[in-house]
């Protein structure tokens, strides 16, 4: 990109001062929420509400690991930006996602969101993301309550050494429980849970079959999985030591110069699964655990345009190569 001037990893903040000429550090105005109608044909795409932002857990993966979680908005707020959603888009109909990398929703928060958004007269399916330790089973009642009709959980992994490495979790059995009584009872609550899986650096046969026997034992709660190999990103000054880290569990780049010709490095997992063979098995595992109607209802409620249609999608469907969908096909 020969024409940035700068570029400012994670949260914009602390350089917004210097770049619009104000003293002292800019914040964002208490009533600040997106403006929608900014984008043109706004009304085919589904809105989002930023819940909050930054994370602060520490995954070695992640690009906000070491950046500080916000406070949640209020149900106040967030029942005023549904409103707004509402006034622009002429109805209810709307699925929008509650933006936040890491969603902590204590149940007192649940159950405050919940009763707001009743008073209101608010009637809107929403969907969110958070770690499968993060969200407790106590405050689900109140989040569907509330109108969560989906919600994604980045699992990563099963294995306990994979956990360890990605540094996800300090206990990953106590982990790994945690996820299991959450995805239970999410699932008793009628709530869509799609698990997100990363094929990481010292990947082998049996890790994988770990994740995948773990999954197996959990696949009636789910609506669909997402599975990817680690992707590392940046130039050489952002990128380097985390390529170090993954070089240690035998990870190795594909090429070495992507870093800094592309900003993308794709990588090697292990001696004994190279980057082809992740995307393989990464395939392999989606389309174990995801139909085609599942991945359509998961894409449809915030991703696709709000008028594309099952026919279309089918139809699209058709012209794919089908050894790459992540999806098993309908007849």
Known sequence: MPHVDLIVQGAGEDAMAHLLGFSGQWQAPAHCGLDHSLVENFQRYQPSV??????GRGCAFCEERAMPLTDLKTPARIVKELHTLIDVYGDQSV?????SSYLVPKRKWADELANAIQAAGINIAWRCESRVDSVKPNAVPGLVAAGMKVIDLGLESASLLQLERMQKADKPQRYLDA???????????????????LLYGGETAQTLDETQRWLDAHAQ?????????VVVYGPPSHSEEFLGELAEFGARPVEVS???????TQVHLSAEINHEQAEIES?????????????FDLKRFSYYPRDYSDEQFRRDVADCDPQRLPFRQSA
């Open 283 to 295: 395939i392999r595992l989606s389309r174990r655990y995801m139909t085609q109607d599942d991945y």
């Open 221 to 229: 709660y789910l609506k669909g999985v997402s599975v990817g190999p």
């Open 258 to 264: 992507s870093a800094e010709e592309r900003g993308v």
């Open 95 to 99: 699925r929008p996602y509650f933006q």
């Open 50 to 55: 930023e819940t909050s932002r930054g994370c």
């Open 179 to 197: 996820a299991s009584k959450l995805l239970e009872t999410c699932a008793s609550h009628g709530i869509w849970v799609k698990v997100n899986v």
